[in-house]
């Protein structure tokens, strides 16, 4: 519930290092909370201070969260899968180095699902991917908005402003460059979500392909492109 808290776990992580350790070259770091690939927040909507690695700025937020001493356990989720375990492994690491013991649990991922929706708020982090689709604003509103959960968001708060703001940047009548901003500059206050990696769409076509079409799923559609 301490935001001071959240915070310090994101200047603990070093995100280049997970975006190269996991993905390779085609890791590219998160300036934002949200992957920098997708149809509504590209790299201009990126920050030049998204919570740089520093651990001396984690180990003092720490302090004024009231934990100068860590000394305490988190229980981090995520699926199985080999990408989303080396992460979590180095989250682990990382936030030992502040003095926070993670423990990995590690679900397939019905199960994980399944988890999510029955046991809520046994978990304290859940590491994810389910922003990389076409829109920012439905993975928000998948993840962050009570409006399609259990009166909490994944965050286990429930944030009327938040609420507002995603559907302001989701509905067709009000959204727009600068309620994509708005919403994106209120995540990045509250720091619920925190953006490691985010990874292009890569697809291999002949070169008569101009331009390649999406159905809502986030698949390419071979009749539609150009």
């Known amino acids: 519930s301490d935001v001071n808290f959240r915070k310090a776990l994101c200047y603990a992580i070093d995100a280049a290092a997970c975006a190269y350790t996991v993905y390779g070259e085609m890791g590219r770091v998160c300036n934002a909370p949200t992957n920098p690939y997708l149809e509504d927040s590209g790299e201009e909507f990126g920050y030049d ?15 004024e969260a009231g934990y100068a001493n860590g000394g305490f356990t988190l229980d981090l989720i995520c699926a199985q899968s080999d990408y989303y375990e080396t992460m979590a492994q180095l989250i682990q690491a990382y936030l030992e180095e502040i003095g926070i013991t993670v423990n990995l649990h590690v679900y397939e991922a019905t199960t994980l699902r399944t988890f999510i929706d029955t046991d809520e708020g046994n978990f304290d982090l859940y ?14 509103m998948n993840q962050l908005s009570t409006a399609t959960s259990y009166g909490l968001n994944y965050a286990m708060v429930k944030d009327e402003k938040l609420d507002s703001l995603i559907m302001a940047a989701q509905n067709p009548a009000t959204a727009s460059t600068d309620a994509t901003s708005e919403m994106l500059d209120y995540m990045k206050d509250v720091c619920y979500l925190y953006g490691i990696t985010g990874l292009s769409k890569q ?20 009749g539609a492109c150009v």
């Open 203 to 222: 697809i291999v076509t002949t070169d008569k392909i101009a331009k390649a079409a999406f159905n809502s799923a986030n698949f390419i559609m071979p």
């Open 127 to 140: 590491l994810n991917a389910h922003f990389i689709k076409t829109y920012l604003s439905d993975g928000m």
């Open 49 to 63: 201070d998204y919570y740089g690695y520093d651990v001396d700025k984690a180990k003092s937020l720490l302090k």
